[in-house]
């Protein structure tokens, strides 16, 4: 067959980029277009995504892939943040970033209009208090004059499509991110939004994966799993049913591909998460904070005149002595920028560890603690689902990083098969060649990132000590209860 491209607009916590993703019927070629940093912005106290930016730097890099000719276009983003338009189409107020303070009291607030478990049943998702439902509850607790004139919600995502094409649409998996849809119907949780008092009028139709919008300059535009995790997921080269899946990057997402959501209790206990993916799966999973403790850790010495790669870190890391202190990665000391290396070590002061103080020992020390939590996520959602696992697939930035999945196969005590780095775009570009035709269904295109050369393989090593150090963790994460 003639190769056809199609443009994947990716953007995470960090950056963006614009791709050209070409198909000669037998693999996948990738071609960066246009790269630019994701930079929120402080206004009045309230952190914001600068999408006004964002909308000027994709349109620059579909202009870069207009000589490609491309087949079409597709837009994924990370989760939970929406925008609000008034019923002009104009957006109201640059939306505002999960990591911002204004939900920090609202999930008791919402417990006392809707008891959790109530929420859960009619929702499915993991409780975390960056979720788009406590976001719009700290509207309607202010009193928020935005929810007055709102006409329609838009995700993140959705936002960026309706910028594309005029179409006032929330796609599925994104739309499942928001705490507010049920899984059940099959719709926005109607019941739920009016306990809580959000209007209901502003939620528009939702519609999957695979779903022609409109065009953009003469480009069709089609909405893949909007939600980047469901695009990664989707590119996972598994080959067979019992796979667990780890999407690396500023958040780690730890789970199981499911044919339905699981709303038992014992999912409630585990506070695991039934997101939506595509070709009607689900993804079991749990948010694990991921390498944005890294990254913020990274931040604070380069602030201090220490300035470390990525890489040097690791060298670092791995050049430091083993378990010398673990924590939980998942505390709410981590959730919000800043000193993160004094929060690590304030950790260890109170857990009666001792504090690491070289960045190898603490760089190390957040590893170790990653790869601890991704066991126990894998444990929770495996005995949810009553299932096991013979492999785990990483995917996604993370696994540039060998020593960190070295430690995974180690403390899971499974293989791990990292691959591919570009999971979200690859993910985004294959719904869309399924789309127009050109790849039959979701297991010929897993196979299709299957035969790639970049994946590796790794054998799970000292598993007994892991085992012994997995125990201490455990123990650490009760006692910091």
Same mark, same amino acid.
């Given at each position: 067959?003639?190769?056809?491209?199609?443009?994947?607009?990716?953007?995470?916590?960090?950056? @963006?980029?614009?791709?050209?993703?070409?198909?000669?019927?037998?693999?996948?070629?990738?071609?960066?277009?246009?790269?630019?940093?994701?930079?929120?912005?402080? /206004?009045?106290?309230?952190?914001?995504?600068?999408?006004?930016?964002?909308?000027?730097?994709?349109?620059? @890099?579909?202009?870069?892939?207009?000589?490609?000719? &491309?087949?079409?276009?597709?837009?994924?983003?990370?989760?939970?943040?929406?925008?609000?338009?008034?019923?002009?189409?104009?957006?109201?107020?640059?939306?505002?970033?999960?990591?911002?303070?204004?939900?920090?009291?609202?999930?008791?607030?919402?417990?006392?209009?809707? %008891?959790?478990? *109530? +929420?859960?049943?009619?929702?499915?998702?993991?409780?975390?208090?960056?979720?788009?439902?406590?976001?719009?509850?700290?509207?309607?607790?202010?009193?928020?004059?935005?929810?007055?004139?709102?006409?329609?919600?838009?995700?993140?995502?959705?936002?960026?499509?309706?910028?594309?094409?005029?179409?006032?649409?929330?796609?599925?998996?994104?739309?499942?991110?928001?705490?507010?849809?049920? %899984?059940?119907?099959?719709?926005?949780?109607?019941?739920?939004?009016?306990?809580?008092?959000?209007?209901?009028?502003?939620? &528009?139709?939702?519609?999957?994966?695979?779903?022609?919008?409109?065009?953009?300059?003469?480009?069709?535009?089609? $909405?893949?799993?909007?939600?980047?995790?469901?695009?990664?997921?989707?590119?996972?080269?598994?080959?067979? $049913?019992?796979?667990?899946?780890?999407?690396?990057?500023?958040?780690?997402?730890?789970?199981?591909?499911?044919?339905?959501? =699981?709303?038992? %209790?014992?999912?409630?206990?585990?506070?695991?998460?039934?997101? @939506?993916?595509?070709?009607?799966?689900?993804?079991?999973?749990?948010?694990?904070?991921?390498?944005? =403790?890294?990254?913020?850790?990274?931040?604070?010495?380069?602030?201090?005149?220490?300035?470390?790669?990525?890489?040097?870190?690791?060298?670092?890391?791995?050049?430091?002595?083993?378990?010398?202190?673990?924590?939980?990665?998942?505390?709410? $000391?981590?959730?919000?920028? @800043?000193?993160? &290396?004094?929060?690590?070590?304030?950790?260890?002061?109170?857990?009666?560890?001792?504090?690491?103080?070289? &960045?190898?020992?603490?760089?190390?020390?957040?590893?170790?603690?990653?790869?601890?939590?991704?066991?126990?996520?894998?444990?929770?959602?495996?005995?949810?689902?009553?299932?096991?696992?013979?492999? =785990?697939? =990483?995917?996604?930035?993370?696994?540039?990083?060998?020593? /960190?999945?070295?430690?995974?196969?180690?403390?899971?005590?499974?293989?791990?098969?990292?691959?591919?780095?570009?999971?979200?775009? +690859?993910?985004?570009?294959?719904?869309?060649?399924?789309?127009?035709?050109?790849?039959?269904?979701?297991?010929?295109?897993?196979?299709?990132?299957?035969?790639?050369?970049?994946?590796?393989? #790794?054998? %799970?090593?000292?598993?007994?000590?892991? *085992?012994?150090?997995?125990?201490? #963790?455990?123990?650490?994460?009760?006692?910091?209860?």
């Amino acid at each position: 067959m003639t190769a056809k491209t199609v443009l994947a607009v990716d953007l995470g916590a960090e950056s @963006g980029r614009v791709m050209a993703v070409a198909f000669d019927g037998r693999s996948l070629h990738l071609q960066e277009l246009h790269r630019f940093p994701n930079t929120p912005v402080t /206004l009045n106290n309230t952190l914001h995504w600068d999408f006004l930016r964002l909308w000027r730097e994709i349109q620059a @890099g579909i202009e870069e892939g207009q000589a490609l000719q &491309p087949a079409s276009l597709g837009v994924d983003t990370w989760g939970v943040d929406f925008a609000l338009l008034d019923s002009q189409g104009n957006l109201i107020g640059n939306p505002v970033h999960y990591r911002d303070g204004r939900t920090t009291d609202m999930m008791p607030r919402a417990f006392a209009k809707v %008891p959790k478990a *109530d +929420i859960f049943a009619q929702t499915g998702i993991q409780f975390m208090s960056i979720n788009t439902l406590y976001q719009l509850l700290s509207l309607v607790e202010s009193g928020s004059p935005q929810l007055q004139i709102a006409a329609t919600f838009l995700t993140a995502p959705d936002l960026l499509n309706y910028w594309l094409t005029g179409a006032k649409v929330c796609e599925f998996s994104s739309a499942t991110t928001t705490q507010l849809f049920n %899984p059940t119907t099959g719709r926005w949780a109607t019941e739920l939004i009016a306990q809580l008092d959000i209007p209901g009028h502003i939620f &528009p139709e939702i519609v999957p994966p695979g779903t022609r919008l409109g065009a953009y300059q003469h480009i069709p535009v089609i $909405a893949p799993a909007c939600h980047d995790t469901g695009s990664a997921v989707a590119a996972v080269p598994a080959q067979s $049913a019992d796979f667990a899946y780890i999407s690396s990057g500023t958040w780690s997402l730890v789970g199981l591909e499911v044919d339905r959501p =699981i709303l038992t %209790p014992e999912a409630l206990a585990a506070n695991v998460t039934n997101e @939506g993916g595509v070709y009607g799966t689900y993804r079991l999973l749990k948010n694990v904070m991921g390498l944005w =403790i890294l990254q913020q850790c990274r931040a604070a010495w380069a602030a201090a005149g220490q300035n470390y790669s990525y890489a040097e870190l690791v060298e670092l890391a791995e050049a430091a002595e083993p378990f010398t202190a673990v924590f939980n990665p998942n505390d709410p $000391a981590f959730l919000t920028p @800043g000193d993160h &290396p004094q929060r690590i070590r304030d950790y260890c002061r109170q857990t009666g560890q001792p504090e690491p103080t070289a &960045p190898g020992a603490i760089v190390r020390s957040v590893l170790e603690s990653l790869t601890l939590a991704y066991r126990e996520v894998l444990e929770q959602v495996t005995a949810v689902a009553q299932r096991s696992v013979s492999v =785990i697939h =990483i995917v996604g930035g993370g696994t540039r990083n060998q020593l /960190l999945n070295q430690m995974t196969a180690n403390a899971a005590g499974l293989p791990v098969v990292t691959g591919p780095v570009e999971a979200t775009v +690859i993910g985004n570009a294959l719904v869309q060649l399924i789309t127009l035709g050109d790849i039959g269904d979701l297991a010929q295109a897993r196979q299709i990132v299957a035969g790639r050369a970049e994946l590796q393989q #790794y054998e %799970p090593q000292n598993t007994a000590v892991w *085992d012994e150090v997995y125990g201490r #963790y455990q123990q650490l994460i009760l006692q910091k209860r």
